[in-house]
Every structure is written in C-alpha cells, then in structure tokens.
C-alpha cells in the first residue's frame, strides 16, 4: 500500500492560504497569497461558527452549476437557519445560486463586503438569487435576520488545480483532494487504488484521484465500503457494484493514454479518478 501524500489533505486546509476578505491579516479580493500567510484562522474561525458546517468546503469545476440551499436543516438541530453547503469553491468566472427552501424564517444573503446582496429577507420556497464571482478571494456572507445565531456562509474563488494533463484537470475539477498532483507509479509493479473511505477524505473518493503508470502495468483497486463501482469513460473497462470491504478490481493497460473513469452511483458527489498510461 501506497503512503497518502500531501494532496490528501482536506480542502480546507488549502483553500486558508487563499485568505479572506475584511479580516484582520487575511487577504483582501484579488490579492495572491505568499508563503507566510499560511494561518487557517481566517476561514476557520469564520466557519466554526456556522449552522450546519461539518469541516468541508464543497469544490465545483468550471463546467458545475453550484446552488446553495437559503434555509437548509438536513442533520442539524439549528432549525432551518443555515446555508446548505456552507461553504463552496469555485474557479473565477462562476456564477452561484442561492435558492430559498421556504423552511424557516426570512432569509436573504449579504456579502460583508458589499460585494454582492440579494435584496430584502423573503422566505418563499423556489425564490432565488445568483451572482458572479470574478475575482480570486473568499467571499464570507450572512443572513442578516439570523447573523447572530450563525446563518453564515462562504464563497471560496481559486483557479482549478492543475497539472501536465488537462484532460485530467478538467474531468477532476470538482474533486475535493485533488490538487493537481498526479502520482507517479511508473515502475511500480502494483499500484493500489482506494475505493471509498479513507483517512482523512470523503467515502466518496478514489485515493490517489489521479495516477501515472507505465504500459503493461496491472492496477488494483481495493474497497473500504460501499455500495461503490468502477466505470471508464474512455475505454470498456468496469466493475460491478460492491459493498463488502477488502473486494479487489484490477485491469492491466497495454496502450498509452488517459483513461477517466468515476463510481456511477456516486458521479456526482465527486466519486472520479484517472489513470494516465505512458
């Protein structure tokens, strides 16, 4: 088995280094951030208040149409006083939806930089507001009928990861552990891929999300859990739906290229890996 590197890290820890706006000794919009602005305070103290934040920021790919929910209560005892995801990221250029559930009390959504509000609070059920984020930064927002019992929320804007492989890039855009790191396994005799849970990551993850592999090389993926399965995009490879942990899959790949492939049941909550054959 494999050691994690660093890419297996949450997605909060890395989205920190981007800063947040309007706080003292983060970044403001449109500034970079350099080596000793590392503190994870920022954000993390933003978020550590907020209804219904469990320590993930949801990660949406230049192709993704990110809605957040103005009124969510599933797995919380705040009511219906929350924004669901709490927290999103997004490359500059998208636009995020804000849809109001009709659950609980008037909500609206108002940037504490002024950058962008909805309007009065409303609680109808289907009302929606967006908005365009061109500019790297975060973005921290309220509900200002319910600011003090902590209906906030936040707007992370970065550049996508990337690396060598735009086809790579562009199919794992909205994978919270990728970071644009594609492991090298050439030379190495049998690689293994995670399927499912692992320490530190979502159930919904291959582990490593992206490798590199020499021809002739026989990969195996390995389950923690399900119900997961393994279906290629690009080539007629695939696995059937298993639930059992310890239950192996393996394909040797004689011809070079990029091959995506992605857990069907679970597509959209960012179940994607890929292999590149050189």
């Not at 279906?231 to 990029?258: M, N």
């Amino acid at each position: 088995m494999h050691d994690l590197p660093d890419w297996s890290r949450r997605t909060f820890v890395a989205t920190a280094l981007l800063g947040t706006g309007s706080a003292a000794g983060c970044l403001a919009r449109g500034q970079e951030a350099s080596e000793t602005e590392t503190s994870t305070g920022c954000l993390d103290d933003w978020l550590a208040d907020a209804n219904g934040y469990e320590g993930v920021i949801e990660r949406y790919g230049p192709d993704d149409e990110p809605t957040v929910t103005v009124g969510d209560s599933l797995g919380t005892d705040h009511g219906a006083a929350a924004f669901g995801p709490v927290a999103v990221r997004v490359p500059p250029g998208a636009t995020v939806t804000w849809e109001w559930s009709g659950h609980g009390d008037r909500a609206n959504v108002v940037a504490l930089d002024d950058s962008f509000a909805s309007g009065d609070p409303v609680a109808s059920h289907g009302h929606t507001f967006s908005h365009t984020f061109e500019e790297h930064g975060t973005y921290r927002y309220v509900s200002e009928p319910s600011r003090d019992e902590g209906m906030r929320g936040a707007v992370v804007v970065a550049d996508p990861p990337s690396s060598d492989y735009p086809a790579v890039d562009a199919w794992l855009a909205g994978v919270e552990i990728y970071d644009g790191t594609v492991v090298d396994w050439r030379g190495h005799s049998s690689p293994i891929v995670t399927v499912g849970s692992a320490e530190g990551e979502s159930e919904f993850t291959f582990s490593p999300p992206a490798a590199r592999v020499s021809t002739g090389t026989t990969v195996r993926w390995v389950w923690t859990g399900g119900p997961h399965q393994i279906s290629f995009e690009d080539a007629d490879i695939g696995s059937a739906v298993e639930t059992e942990p310890g239950v192996q899959f393996e394909h040797t790949f004689e011809e070079s290229g990029v091959y995506r492939y992605a857990c069907a049941p679970h597509h959209s909550l960012g179940a994607k890996g890929a292999i590149v054959v050189e």
